[in-house]
């Protein structure tokens, strides 16, 4: 069996392999840690981090959805000085730790980001910019290029780790965005955070959620995930991180070959605990089979035209 | 608490409304733990059911299930010698009650983990009083086994069908009277509400089973919350970890 190279670079990361769990699907790892080694992770992304503690949303947060799930957690998170005990602990893997960071305010991201760098070993943070920002009557700050720099530059500053920003996909011009929040500083860029959605219960005749809407995720949003991230790749040099709806390894050759370095599995965890080492596996048996020696050689292979082909890489319109 | 397939040996409905489905394998489990069951193989139905463990001998798990919508209805068509995907046991059970007596409320299907509980604490030499209720003596369901289990077996219909009419609480406060039992409850919210008020005003411990919407089952998605009686900043606990056995104190019913 030939060695295959699956060893991948996001900012200063070195991942020896391009797969790890999304934020808020793997807590802080413990509950996975009895399924399998988690240092056969490329990396581990903690789930979403505040400044202080946070207590989450009221029940019901979860709805699930045609080959999807809806959840409102809220976030519930026991705030940066607790969570930097349990990321100081991660180190022990030797695999790199992404912090997700969140917040309301642009200080609340800052004051996380402060307290993980002087409290913890984490090496890198991944801005959860799909938050509220209380300043603009809670519109997301990642749904505007200008809100998203101001934030990326500010936290740029303040840290010398790898910076990643995570993109919401509900905005009409992902690229944009994902364009500012590179110029802003940003090493890398992870996509997509979940799509903002709905259920009711016919019975009951009320929203499912007592947040009312929650965030879409699973196999359903995986199209769309794909169509930002060969958009997104498309039109900025930094790595980017592919997410949204991948279930197996076949799931995650289709993100690289759109231009994704890495990818990231969250809903999958739920319903089979082993997704993540079978993506490697999976992905690992993919290059094996096709001829690759190295896990770059198919990333933003699907662009690349071929003669005779009519695939068009720029070409990302469409009219229904 | 592996992931693994099983071999269904036996599958019928035992009752309106309820089925019992037996599958062959080993598990050590607590009563009062769950099993995390994929009703199918495709990506929808997309989450696993929690469903309690009902029985466990040697080589033989049984789920006691109702089915009450998509993926429960899609688990009535199993057939025998189909193969089931089960992720657990999984959570915290019913604890052992410190005295000699435990006093068990049912409601409806909420007997699934309660059988389980009677034959282990039968076991360990407790003396068991079991109430039981149900809407009908067509959904009435009393495993074959349970009257050798329990000194005292009594049911209940609301429409008196079988049993003494009425709800399966109205006789616990006499009998918490007479015997100061722990007290172990699984059924709908109303009726653990009121169990846990008889049993407060009884001064007896009482654990209830709760359920509540379920992704991972094993704590890592934060969303099967039950709002907590404590005051720090976790003001919700986990269904999956820390229950789905909960002191009637600890939670907000
Ligand atoms: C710890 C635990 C133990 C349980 N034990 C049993 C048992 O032994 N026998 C039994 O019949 N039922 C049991 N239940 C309830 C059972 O899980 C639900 O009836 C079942 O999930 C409904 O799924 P569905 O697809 O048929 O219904 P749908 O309404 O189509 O389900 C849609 C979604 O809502 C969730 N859901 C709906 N109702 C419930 C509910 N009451 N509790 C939890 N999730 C729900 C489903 O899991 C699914 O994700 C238990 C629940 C929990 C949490
Ligand atoms: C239960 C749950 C909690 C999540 N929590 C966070 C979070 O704290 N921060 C974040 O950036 N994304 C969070 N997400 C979004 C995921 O990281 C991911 O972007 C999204 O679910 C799409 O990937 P998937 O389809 O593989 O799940 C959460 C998703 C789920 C399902
Ligand atoms: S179901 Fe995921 S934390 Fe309980």
Same mark, same amino acid.
């Given at each position: 069996?030939?060695a295959v ?6 900012g ?5 392999? @391009?797969?790890? @769990? ?6 802080y790892?413990e509950?996975y ?5 988690l ?13 202080d ?12 959805? @045609?080959a ?5 957690i809220?976030?519930q998170?026991?705030g940066?000085v ?11 893997l030797?695999i790199p ?17 402060r ?12 801005l ?8 603009s009557?809670g ?6 290029p ?9 936290v740029?500053?303040?840290? %010398?780790?790898?910076?990643i ?5 509900n905005v009409t %011009?992902i ?5 500012a +929040?590179?110029?802003?500083? +940003?090493? +890398? ?7 903002l ?12 959620? $007592? ?12 199209p769309?995930?794909?169509?930002m ?5 498309? $039109?900025v040099?930094?790595?980017?991180i592919?997410l949204?709806?991948?279930s ?11 231009g994704?370095?890495?990818?990231a ?11 993540c080492?079978?993506v ?15 896990v ?5 292979l699907?662009?690349?035209?071929r ?9 990302? %319109?469409?009219?229904? | ?11 019928? !409905?035992?009752?309106?409304?309820i089925?019992?489905?037996a599958?062959?394998?080993?598990m050590?489990?607590? #009563? ?5 069951v994929?009703?199918?193989?495709t990506?929808?139905?997309?989450l ?8 466990c001998?040697?080589g033989? /798990?049984v789920?006691l ?12 068509e199993k057939? #025998?010698?189909?193969s ?6 999984l ?14 409320v ?6 699934a ?18 109430l039981a209720?149900?809407r009908?003596?067509g ?5 074959p ?6 000194a ?15 709800? /399966? ?12 039992g ?10 653990l ?6 049993a407060?005003?009884?001064? /007896?411990?009482?654990h ?10 094993v704590?890592a ?10 005051g720090?900043?976790? !003001?919700?606990?986990r269904?999956?970890v820390?229950? #789905? ?5 600890? /939670?907000?019913?």
């Amino acid at each position: 069996m030939n060695a295959v190279d699956l060893s991948v670079q996001i900012g200063r990361l070195k991942l020896k392999n @391009p797969v790890m @769990p999304a934020s808020g699907c793997f807590g802080y790892g413990e509950e996975y840690a009895p399924y399998y080694d988690l240092s056969r992770l490329g990396a581990i992304v903690v789930k979403g981090t505040t400044a202080d503690p946070c207590p989450g949303n009221p029940p019901v947060r979860l709805a699930e959805t @045609p080959a999807g799930l809806l959840n409102a957690i809220g976030l519930q998170n026991p705030g940066a000085v607790a969570a930097a005990a349990k990321i100081n602990k991660l180190g022990a893997l030797g695999i790199p730790v992404i912090v997700n960071v969140a917040g309301h305010s642009t200080e609340d991201y800052c004051r996380a980001v402060r307290i993980l760098e002087t409290e913890s070993t984490a090496s890198a943070y991944e801005l959860n910019v799909s938050c509220p920002n209380v300043a603009s009557g809670g519109m997301a700050f990642g749904t505007r290029p200008e809100t998203t720099a101001a934030l990326v530059k500010k936290v740029r500053a303040l840290t %010398d780790r790898t910076l990643i920003v995570k993109l919401s996909p509900n905005v009409t %011009d992902i690229v944009a965005i994902a364009r500012a +929040a590179a110029e802003a500083g +940003a090493d +890398a860029l992870s996509l997509i955070n979940t799509l903002l959605g709905m259920a009711i219960d016919i019975k009951t005749r009320r929203p499912v959620l $007592a947040n009312l809407t929650g965030g879409l995720s699973g196999p359903a949003v995986k199209p769309v995930a794909l169509r930002m991230v060969w958009q997104v790749t498309s $039109a900025v040099e930094v790595p980017v991180i592919g997410l949204g709806g991948i279930s197996n390894a076949d799931d995650a050759v289709e993100f690289m070959l759109a231009g994704a370095t890495a990818v990231a599995i969250g809903t999958a965890n739920f319903r089979n605990p082993y997704a993540c080492p079978e993506v490697i596996d999976g992905i690992a048996g993919y290059l094996r089979h096709n001829g690759f020696a190295s896990v770059t050689e198919i990333v933003g292979l699907a662009k690349k035209e071929r003669p005779g082909g009519e695939h068009g890489a720029g070409k990302t %319109d469409y009219c229904p | 608490m592996p992931v693994g397939d099983y071999r269904i040996k036996e599958i019928r !409905k035992v009752a309106d409304g309820i089925f019992r489905l037996a599958f062959a394998g080993n598990m050590e489990a607590e #009563p009062g733990q769950f099993l995390q069951v994929a009703v199918g193989r495709t990506h929808d139905p997309l989450l696993r059911r929690p469903l309690s463990i009902h029985d466990c001998v040697d080589g033989e /798990v049984v789920l006691l299930f109702h089915p009450a919508g998509r993926g429960t209805n899609l688990l009535a068509e199993k057939k #025998p010698g189909d193969s089931l995907n089960v992720l657990g046991p999984l959570g915290k059970g019913f604890p052992l009650p410190a005295g000699q007596t435990a006093v068990l409320v049912a409601g409806g299907i909420g007997i699934a983990p309660l059988f389980y509980l009677a034959k282990v604490l039968k076991g360990a030499g407790k003396e068991i009083v079991f109430l039981a209720g149900a809407r009908d003596t067509g959904s009435l369901y009393i495993p074959p086994e349970l009257p050798a289990l329990a000194a005292d077996l009594r049911f209940t219909t609301d429409d008196g069908s079988a049993g003494r009419r009425g709800l /399966v609480t109205e006789e616990l406060p006499a009998i918490l009277d007479r015997i100061k039992g722990e007290v172990y409850a699984c059924g709908p919210l109303p009726m653990l509400r009121e169990v846990a008020r008889i049993a407060r005003n009884s001064g /007896v411990p009482c654990h209830v089973s709760l359920e509540a919407r379920m992704a991972c089952g094993v704590g890592a998605c934060q969303g099967c919350t039950v709002a907590a009686v404590a005051g720090d900043w976790q !003001k919700y606990k986990r269904v999956c970890v820390e229950g #789905p056995v909960f002191g009637s104190g600890e /939670v907000i019913l």
